[in-house]
C-alpha cells in the first residue's frame, strides 16, 4: 500500500513538472514573438495560463485574438495540428528622457540635465521624447518639473543670434561668477558654442550660447 502510494506521487509530482515546464517554454516563445514583431523596448508576460497542455514542441504559428497590452488572448498552432489558447497579463515598456530636477522656461538642456529610463507605455504621454539627443542644447519652452517625461512641446526652437550682437558673458566657479559684455563674433544658435569678443579685453574666448543675450563660458 505504500508502494502504491509513493508511485501514485511521484506520477503527479512528475505530472505536474511537465506542465509547469511546457508552460515556462510558451512563456518564453511568447516572450520571443513579441519582442520579434513589436517595437517595444522591454516586455513581461506574466500570469500565464494554457487551456490545455501543449505538444513537445515549439508552436509554428502565433497569432494575437485580443489584448495587448494588457490582458491579451494568444492562439498558437503546432505542427502536429494541435491548436491551443493562451491567456496572459502583458506588460510592455518603452525608453523616455526625463529632467533630473525642475528647470525654467529658457534654460538650456545639458547632457547633465537628462536621464532615460524605462516606462510602462500606457504612461507614456503624447510626444513623450525617447532620445535625449533631441534635447541636448536646446531651450526649454516652459518651465519643467523634476523627474517627470519631457514632451516635445517642451522643448523650444533654437533661436538665432546674429554676428556683431552684444552679448553677457558669464564666467564662473563654484561660489561665485564674473560678467561682462562682449560680442559675437559670428551667427550661432540658441544651444550651441560661439566665439565671443570680450569688449572690455578685446580676447576672442568660446561659450556656450544659453539664450539670446547671454554666452557662459567655462573655466
Same mark, same amino acid.
Given at each position: 500500500?505504500?508502494?502504491?502510494? !509513493?508511485?501514485? +506521487?511521484?506520477? &503527479? !509530482?512528475?505530472?505536474?513538472?511537465?506542465?509547469?515546464?511546457?508552460?515556462?517554454? *510558451?512563456?518564453?516563445?511568447?516572450?520571443? +514573438?513579441?519582442?520579434?514583431?513589436?517595437?517595444?523596448?522591454?516586455?513581461?508576460?506574466?500570469?500565464?495560463?494554457?487551456? !490545455?497542455?501543449?505538444?513537445?514542441? %515549439?508552436?509554428?504559428?502565433? @497569432? *494575437?485574438?485580443?489584448?495587448?497590452?494588457?490582458?491579451?488572448?494568444? =492562439?498558437?498552432?503546432?505542427?502536429?495540428?494541435?491548436?491551443?489558447? !493562451?491567456?496572459? %497579463?502583458?506588460?510592455?515598456?518603452?525608453?523616455?528622457?526625463?529632467?533630473?530636477?525642475?528647470? /525654467?522656461? $529658457?534654460?538650456? @538642456?545639458?547632457? %547633465?540635465?537628462?536621464?532615460?529610463?524605462?516606462?510602462?507605455?500606457?504612461?507614456?504621454?503624447?510626444?513623450?521624447? /525617447?532620445?535625449?539627443? =533631441?534635447?541636448?542644447?536646446?531651450?526649454?519652452? /516652459?518651465?519643467?518639473?523634476?523627474?517627470?517625461?519631457?514632451?516635445?512641446? @517642451?522643448?523650444?526652437?533654437?533661436?538665432? *543670434? /546674429?554676428?556683431?550682437?552684444?552679448?553677457? &558673458?558669464?564666467?564662473?566657479?563654484?561660489? +561665485?561668477?564674473?560678467?561682462?559684455? $562682449?560680442?559675437?563674433?559670428?551667427?550661432?544658435?540658441?544651444?550651441?558654442?560661439?566665439?565671443?569678443?570680450?569688449?572690455?579685453?578685446?580676447?576672442?574666448?568660446?561659450?556656450?550660447?544659453? %539664450?539670446?543675450?547671454?554666452?557662459?563660458?567655462?573655466?
Amino acid at each position: 500500500m505504500k508502494h502504491l502510494f !509513493a508511485l501514485t +506521487f511521484m506520477m &503527479l !509530482a512528475l505530472s505536474i513538472c511537465g506542465i509547469s515546464s511546457a508552460t515556462a517554454s *510558451v512563456e518564453d516563445r511568447l516572450k520571443e +514573438f513579441l519582442k520579434e514583431n513589436y517595437p517595444w523596448t522591454d516586455i513581461e508576460v506574466r500570469e500565464l495560463t494554457l487551456n !490545455a497542455e501543449p505538444p513537445d514542441q %515549439d508552436p509554428w504559428k502565433i @497569432m *494575437v485574438e485580443r489584448g495587448l497590452p494588457g490582458k491579451t488572448v494568444f =492562439s498558437l498552432e503546432f505542427g502536429n495540428g494541435k491548436r491551443i489558447t !493562451a491567456t496572459a %497579463d502583458v506588460r510592455v515598456f518603452d525608453t523616455v528622457v526625463l529632467g533630473r530636477r525642475a528647470f /525654467r522656461k $529658457g534654460y538650456v @538642456m545639458g547632457k %547633465d540635465d537628462l536621464y532615460v529610463t524605462l516606462m510602462e507605455v500606457g504612461r507614456i504621454p503624447k510626444g513623450a521624447v /525617447r532620445d535625449p539627443e =533631441s534635447v541636448i542644447n536646446r531651450p526649454l519652452a /516652459r518651465s519643467i518639473i523634476a523627474n517627470a517625461p519631457i514632451v516635445d512641446t @517642451m522643448i523650444g526652437s533654437r533661436q538665432q *543670434v /546674429r554676428r556683431g550682437q552684444r552679448v553677457l &558673458l558669464v564666467a564662473g566657479a563654484e561660489g +561665485f561668477n564674473i560678467t561682462t559684455l $562682449g560680442e559675437m563674433r559670428e551667427s550661432a544658435s540658441v544651444g550651441n558654442y560661439v566665439k565671443v569678443v570680450n569688449t572690455a579685453s578685446k580676447k576672442t574666448v568660446t561659450g556656450l550660447l544659453i %539664450d539670446e543675450n547671454t554666452v557662459r563660458v567655462e573655466f
